[in-house]
Antibody
Framework: QVQLVQSRAEGKKPGSSVKVSCQAS????????FSWVRQAPGQGLEWMGG????????NYAQKFQGRVTITADEITSSVYLEVGSLKSDDSAVYYC???????????????????WGQGTTVTVSS | SYELTQPPSMSVSPGQTARITCSGD??????VHWYQQKPGQAPVMVIY???ERPSGIPDRISGSSAGTTVTLTINGVQAEDEADYFC???????????FGGGTRLTVL
């Protein structure tokens, strides 16, 4: 059974950074990708970026370029999201999600985010 | 930046059919996936690749696609279907993903 377990809630000061972890079990890291998605209180889902560990391919939403870093550790089957220069409007629930894909030539064709972590609440406040 | 457009809300009576649309210029080239989210819970994928249903999702939930609009259809709506529904796709390159704004489905 595939499961994603995320790190616990964090409280941070403005200007600091946070690193959220997501450990996968029952997943073959060689043929999956992972996305990070956040949800501010009362708002919709926002894609932040994604990684395909086996190809070391990482894409970031334009809004987060330069402020967000996504990494993966195949040994521990974990993916990480680090957000720097935190502001109050970064307060949100952060989710990791697994995506299967097929390769069409060199391009991945994703099958959607079929397994989600439980979410990590990050609160940014002075 | 690329956007997907959904109606913000919809209300249906039990037993009726709910149709939630999602529009975007790149949809003829990119698959759409749909997620259901109930309060305080992580999203759950209910349709992937426009029309495919994951195991465990009831067959009264279906997806369809026509040009720049895709539709999530829930036949015989039940109280348990009350939730937020989000479509998700990618830009024309396929590398950058995007969610629609979400549709709150209320079962009267």
């Amino acid at each position: 059974q595939v499961q994603l377990v995320q790190s616990r809630a964090e409280g941070k000061k403005p200007g600091s950074s946070v690193k959220v972890s997501c450990q996968a079990s029952g997943v073959n890291f060689k043929n999956v990708g992972f996305s990070w998605v956040r949800q501010a209180p009362g708002q919709g889902l926002e894609w932040m970026g994604g990684i395909i560990p086996v190809f070391r391919t990482i894409n970031y939403a334009q809004k987060f370029q330069g402020r967000v870093t996504i990494t993966a550790d195949e040994i521990t089957s974990s993916v990480y999201l680090e957000v720097g220069s935190l502001k109050s409007d970064d307060s949100a629930v952060y989710y990791c999600a697994k995506e299967d894909f097929d390769l069409i030539g060199t391009q991945p064709l994703y099958h959607g985010m079929d397994v989600w972590g439980q979410g990590t609440t990050v609160t940014v406040s002075s | 930046s690329y956007e997907l457009t959904q109606p913000p809300s919809m209300s249906v009576s039990p037993g009726q059919t709910a149709r939630i649309t999602c529009s975007g210029d790149a949809l003829p080239k990119q698959f759409v996936h749909w997620y259901q989210q109930k309060p305080g819970q992580a999203p759950v994928m209910v349709i992937y690749k426009d029309i495919e249903r994951p195991s465990g999702i009831p067959d009264r939930i279906s997806g369809s696609s026509a040009g720049t609009t895709v539709t999530l259809t829930i036949n015989g709506v039940q109280a348990e279907d009350e939730a937020d529904y989000f479509c998700q796709s990618a830009d024309s390159s396929g590398s950058y993903k995007v969610f629609g704004g979400g549709t709150r489905l209320t079962v009267l």
